[in-house]
């Protein structure tokens, strides 16, 4: 039995291993460009390794090298504050209407429904100028809190959709318990609901996280003040037209996975930690 | 009921804390004011030559206590970000940008002209062809001559101690594992010096198409034996280029200043005009590119700012950029102290050079251009006849890719618009129950819910949505719209008088964006569920270790992965030929076949997608509950009937809405293709919303027929989603 155990555990960790090497196999050759200080080398050889391992990019990415690694830093800070208040955003406003969509009948739920959807089909090629416009009559140009808004609502029908079929999977019971119990319906939400759905919750903050935090062309479009660049917009710097700077882009890209691979790594217990299971007994 | 053992791991607690705390810095601190009086100036610099600007606004302000603000903008967002910002005021007073673009800045009313900064504009401060390039169309000075851009070739002293006296020369001059030369053989920009050499144009007189004729084949033919002799590198990019001169694989390169001031210090070259072809009637004369100064009429009366920018073309400060570029001042040229040997060279070779049409029609030569060059490099034979049938094809291209004279009249529009309005009212009026308005009050308390969701969706996403699907009726670049009626649509399904299924026709583009779409949701989805599975195995060790390192794709930013993989398909220098030819097998042209191209770009999406479905489906699995799993092991099921009929049916309600929308994702993800195949070969690859994009960005800027496809493409979706749905409720 255990032998049958062992070989099975076998198993299973080299299927995740070799699924490790196809998702890191790409990331080393940045890693290589990161590092060297010659750009890539040119052999075409199979394992990626700077021959000639300096940290030059990095200071060029960070701007420590020009001296304007402060400004670096505060730049760092508006894609953090960008990105996480974007996520508390959209869960915010999106886990109401989601679990309005899940369990109150209203007219017009089926409708919106499919004109959520409708707002996911429509490519984004010719919307970037009439949202400048709004932003600018709104006087959100340049400011941290009108790329919040903006990244918020284009993250809100995914949150919506997922949440809503997250609330659906919980047992109406526990709700109805706790409405029995004196509750409203608003305070079922907030005490019942929302903890019993905490992995969605996070999968979902951290996909509006994830999405904020790499978005470049509105960014670049909104912001027109260095202090208010957000990361990608200062990595995108490094393409040209005719050329890019390929060392220091990969260095600040890699620099800019590092805080998401953080966020995840913490919030991974929330996202797994099957709390419903086994919850609706007696 | 169990009661809620309430769990509050640090973790947690900090995170949101640091959340709250984000949050609430960005309401009490953003960015201060401006100063009110200051002058700003946009460019799209990099490096020494960003830092000359950043360094020169500094010592103005010093000097003269005005507040300059310089901000370096990406260049792939500068164009369409200043035409944006000057016609919402909110602009620069200054920018800097290329000549090719003044007539567009011109005609959509963004500049001032030069003369009202400059009341003496003295033409012999600037060298006589930038001047010239300044003057647009209508003999008024838009712009002030700033720097010259321009190729030259760069010569490594070592593996090359004597500079060729030509170009044959210098192909002649082989080592063992260098190339004579290195440049990007696939880029028009810089295949042009070839093409005037044989006494061709790219742009004719009348915006005619000028890649086409005996100059245009004989061009393709010698840069096709360049490649194929071995001299000349295959399909190389800037940045192998670079590459290649810095890892000293070639000894000699074609390429800009960008690339001199990057290289380390005590590297051994020597910077020279591109020598005569002998082969070729005339010299072989690069592009010239003139960086124009340019003012914005909002600002072009205050009188702060033109100071400023006549200081900042001014031969005093011209001397303080020049060691980061090819100044269009004449003085400092004089002054040996001042300018280094590079530059020299440089300003040499841009002397010699052919300034670009400043016409609209120009930028919408590369991409055929670059087509047929790419074509005949890959053509199996390449005799005249095989050349010309090419070159007719990218010429076809051209011609069907240029704005049309559209022109209808609104008054039908206008009638279909308000029937339609009519109608819909009348059948919401007859389908509205009698219950339906007390039906509207009783979900009041369900609208205080979704009131934000609402607001936010039709403010932010749907209005811009539907003022960019309005955009589809008119036709022309975006300052000179004309309505059009139907015909954008029109032209799109007609596949613009093409064959129905030629290539980049609307049809063959659609059989495409589909089996990319299909192939790629379901890689998405096996590769994400079965690794969700693995991963939720209760006894699996280093979880959190594997889980964080299978993210690390969808971490990492798309635009620097998607272009690794572009680099790993590479032909010659690729890891994926590298592996193959370890294993023994025969390296694949991964580019030039639609097939491989197409496996290349979904194997880049797939890498990058599937974390994403992995980390969905493993939230889902969170539903499962673990008690019925272990009922049914008990009762002896076999994992297979634990999965198909307990663990998958609990998924499928949030799997669905996932794959849904990572369908109409995919439908709609441009970048990849965009920056990995390119849509190579010959449009094949092409997905309908990167031909969209291809519409708005690099053929005339047309942006109503890119919103015609951007609707078509939404009505594509819509159709699919209905029929679907219709299946579905007849299934059940």
């Keep these: 039995m255990s032998v049958r155990a062992n070989v099975k555990a076998l198993v299973v960790h080299t299927l995740l291993g070799a699924a490790v090497i196809y998702a890191l196999y790409p990331v080393l050759w940045v890693v290589t460009i990161a590092f060297s200080r010659d750009g890539l080398g040119t052999d075409g050889f199979v394992f990626p390794w700077p021959r000639d391992p300096s940290f030059m990019n990095f200071a060029i990415a960070t701007g420590i090298s020009t001296g304007k690694g402060a400004l670096f830093l505060r730049q760092f800070v508006n894609s953090l504050a960008v990105a996480s208040a974007t996520a508390l955003m959209s869960v915010a406003v999106a886990a109401p209407a989601a679990y309005a969509l899940a369990r109150l009948p209203f007219v017009g739920k089926r409708t919106g429904l499919r004109a959520l959807m409708l707002t996911q089909m429509f490519p984004t090629v010719a919307s970037a100028v009439p949202l400048y416009f709004l932003l600018s009559q709104l006087h959100l140009l340049d400011r941290r809190a009108g790329l919040v808004i903006a990244y918020s609502a284009s993250a809100l029908p995914f949150a919506i959709f997922q949440l809503k079929a997250a609330f659906e999977a919980i047992p109406v019971e526990l709700e109805e318990a706790a409405m029995v119990d004196g509750a409203t319906r608003f305070g079922a939400l907030v005490r019942v609901v929302l903890p019993a759905a905490r992995p969605a919750l996070a999968v979902t903050a951290l996909f509006a996280f994830m999405s904020a935090w790499n978005e470049f062309v509105l960014a670049a479009t909104l912001m027109s003040r260095e202090e208010a660049f957000t990361l990608p917009v200062v990595l995108q710097r490094f393409v040209g037209e005719h050329a890019a700077a390929w060392g220091p882009f990969a260095a600040g890209s890699l620099l800019v996975s590092i805080p998401v691979m953080a966020v995840f790594y913490i919030a991974q217990k929330q996202l797994l930690s099957g709390l419903t299971a086994g919850s609706v007994k007696g | ?732």
């Excluded at chain 2, 590079?342 to 400043?358: D, V």
Aim: hydrophobic content about 50%; proline content about 6%; aromatic content about 10%.
């Design chain 2, 1 to 732: 009921m169990k009661a809620q053992k309430p769990r509050a791991p640090w973790k947690a607690w900090f995170l949101a804390f640091s959340l709250l705390l984000a949050a609430v810095g960005l309401v009490a601190s953003d960015c201060k004011a401006p100063a009110a009086n200051r002058i700003v100036l946009w460019h799209a610099y990099r490096g020494a030559e960003e830092e000359a600007i950043a360094q020169l606004g500094a010592r103005y302000q010093a000097e003269t206590g005005t507040a300059v603000e310089v901000l370096a903008v990406p260049f792939l967002a500068y164009a369409s970000k200043l035409s944006s910002a000057i016609a919402r005021d909110q602009g620069p007073d200054v920018f800097i940008d290329a000549h090719e673009r003044l007539s567009s800045y011109r005609e959509e009313g963004l500049l001032a002209r030069a003369e009202a900064a400059f009341p003496k504009y003295d033409i012999d401060r600037y060298d006589s062809i930038a001047s010239t390039v300044a003057r647009d169309e209508d003999g008024a000075a838009w712009g002030v001559p700033f720097a010259l851009k321009g190729v030259a070739l760069i010569v490594n002293t070592e593996l090359m101690p004597e500079l060729p006296a030509s170009v044959e020369q210098l192909v002649k001059a082989r080592n063992d594992g260098v190339f004579p030369l290195a440049y990007e053989s696939e880029s028009a920009y810089v295949h042009a010096p070839w093409l005037h050499a044989f006494g061709g144009a790219m742009l004719g007189p009348n915006d005619a198409y000028g890649f086409t004729g005996e100059s245009a084949r004989r061009s393709v033919a010698f840069a096709r034996g360049l490649v194929s002799s071995g001299v000349v590198p295959n399909g190389a990019d800037g940045a192998l280029v670079k590459q290649l001169f810095e890892s000293r694989k070639a000894a000699a390169i074609i390429a800009g200043p960008g690339v001199v001031s990057e290289l380390p210090p005590h590297f051994p070259y020597q910077v020279v005009p591109l020598p005569p072809l002998r082969a070729a009637p005339s010299r072989p004369d690069p592009f010239l590119t003139v960086e124009l100064l340019l003012l914005t009429p909002r600002t072009a009366s205050r009188p702060e700012v033109s100071a400023f920018a006549r200081w900042l073309a001014s031969d005093e400060a011209a001397k303080l950029r020049v060691r980061a570029q090819v100044v269009a001042n004449n003085q400092p040229w004089h002054d040996d102290t001042v300018v280094p040997v590079a530059m020299r060279a440089f300003h040499e070779a841009a002397l010699r050079s052919r300034p670009m049409s400043t016409r609209a029609a120009m930028r919408a030569t590369w991409e055929p251009v670059e087509q047929a060059i790419r074509g005949v490099m890959r053509a199996a034979a390449a005799d005249d006849a095989a050349i010309d049938a090419i070159l007719a094809e990218s010429r076809r291209r051209f011609e069907s890719a240029r704005p049309r004279a559209v022109s209808a009249s609104p008054t039908r529009g206008l009638v279909a618009l308000g029937l339609g309005l009519l109608l819909t009212a009348i059948a919401l009026y007859r389908r509205a129950k009698p219950r339906f308005w007390s039906g509207v009050r009783a979900s009041a308390g369900a609208y205080a819910y979704v009131v934000y969701a609402t607001i936010a969706v039709f403010v932010l996403v749907v209005l811009p949505l539907v003022a960019g699907a309005v955009m589809s009726f008119f036709a022309g670049p975006r300052h000179q719209m004309t309505y059009a009626g139907l015909g954008n649509y029109v032209d799109i399904l007609t596949a613009r008088g093409g064959p129905l299924f030629g290539y980049g026709s609307f049809y063959r583009t659609l059989l495409v964006t589909v089996a990319w779409t299909i192939a790629n949701v379901a890689l998405h989805v096996t590769i994400g569920l079965g690794l969700a599975l693995l991963l939720s195995r209760p006894l699996l060790r280093a979880k959190g270790v594997y889980r964080t390192l299978l993210i690390v794709p969808w971490a990492v930013p798309s635009y620097v992965t998607a272009l690794a993989y572009k680099g790993m398909f590479h032909q010659q220098f690729g890891a994926v030929n590298a592996i193959l030819r370890k294993v023994g097998a025969e390296p694949v042209a991964w580019f030039s076949h639609f097939s491989t191209a197409f496996a290349a770009n979904v194997a880049t999406n797939v890498w990058l997608g599937f974390p994403f479905m992995m980390v969905v489906i493993l939230g889902a699995l969170t539903n499962v509950p673990k008690d019925v799993l272990e009922a049914a092991d008990i009762d002896g099921a076999t994992p297979w009937q634990r999965f198909s009929r307990i663990t998958f049916p609990l998924l499928l309600p949030q799997l669905v809405p996932a794959v849904v929308l990572g369908a109409v994702w995919t439908f709609n993800m441009f970048n990849v293709v965009f920056l990995v195949s390119g849509g190579e070969p010959d449009n094949q690859t092409d997905i309908l919303v990167s031909e969209a994009y291809r519409w708005a960005f690099t053929r005339h800027a047309q942006y109503g027929y890119a919103a015609a496809y951007a609707v078509l493409i939404f009505g594509i979706l819509w159709l699919t989603s209905r029929l679907s749905r219709r299946w579905q409720a007849e299934s059940t």
